[in-house]
């Protein structure tokens, strides 16, 4: 079964500082896909970012971007000039082609401190 | 367009009832899935549906059942509820398969007493 860690229950960050949260894997699937979502106090799910395994290029959406190591089975997210916005649970998450093979992390409780 | 909605958005009912948590989306998507967030398990996959008339479990489905009749809808429920089915219900659609992305829904807070 597939496996994904978040190892930071809770990160804090200076306003407009970078912070980096990370996730590991564990997987003997060649192809998959890996999602950061991020959900904050109002609970709705949203997604950050995504990143297809076969692609060896990280990531970027704006602020948000990630370090994808493969081998490693390695993928943080790397929040850039932090805004009180960011303040929310982030969470990893793996899905394996077909659907019905998606799996959370824990979360990372992340506070932007004004 | 109001694109993913659940209903309830919060629910308290007592062990044994049977309990019934609506999901409708107006995308069209093919699949959609129900999700448990519990603390220190992040999300976990309950059940999901791959088009009308489709279901399969997922990782957690014990004291679960769903339906898919319409490709809008995606009710699950619970027949007979525990004390340990308490938890935030999650549901999501995708359009097609593997590396499409999954919506969420606002989630449903159901309290079992």
């Known amino acids: 079964a597939q496996t994904v860690t978040q190892s930071q229950p809770e990160m804090s960050v200076q306003e407009a500082e970078t912070v980096t949260l990370s996730c590991t894997y564990d997987t003997s699937e060649n192809n998959y896909y890996l999602f950061w979502y991020k959900q904050p106090p109002s609970r709705q799910m949203i997604l950050v970012i995504r990143q297809e395994a076969y692609k060896q290029q990280n990531a970027t959406e704006n602020r948000f971007s990630v370090n994808f190591q493969k081998a490693a089975k390695s993928f943080s997210l790397k929040i850039s000039d932090s805004q009180l916005g960011d303040t929310a649970m982030y969470f990893c998450a793996f899905m394996k082609p077909g659907g019905n093979q998606f799996y959370f992390g824990t979360g990372t409780s992340l506070t932007v401190i004004p | 367009d109001a694109g993913i909605t659940q209903s309830p958005r919060y629910k308290i009912t007592e062990t044994g009832r049977q309990v019934t948590l609506m999901c409708h989306q107006t995308w069209s998507h093919s699949y959609m899935f129900w999700y448990r967030q519990d603390l220190g398990h992040g999300l976990r996959l309950i059940y999901y549906s791959a088009a009308a008339d489709i279901t399969d479990k997922g990782e957690v489905p014990d004291g679960y059942v769903v339906s898919r009749s319409k490709t809008e809808n995606f009710p699950l429920t619970l027949e007979s509820a525990t004390r340990s089915q308490t938890s935030v219900y999650f549901c999501?659609?995708?359009?097609?398969?593997?590396?499409?992305?999954?919506?969420f829904g606002p989630g449903t807070r159901l309290l079992v007493l």
């Open positions: 999501a659609s995708s359009l097609g398969t593997s590396w499409e992305t999954q919506y």
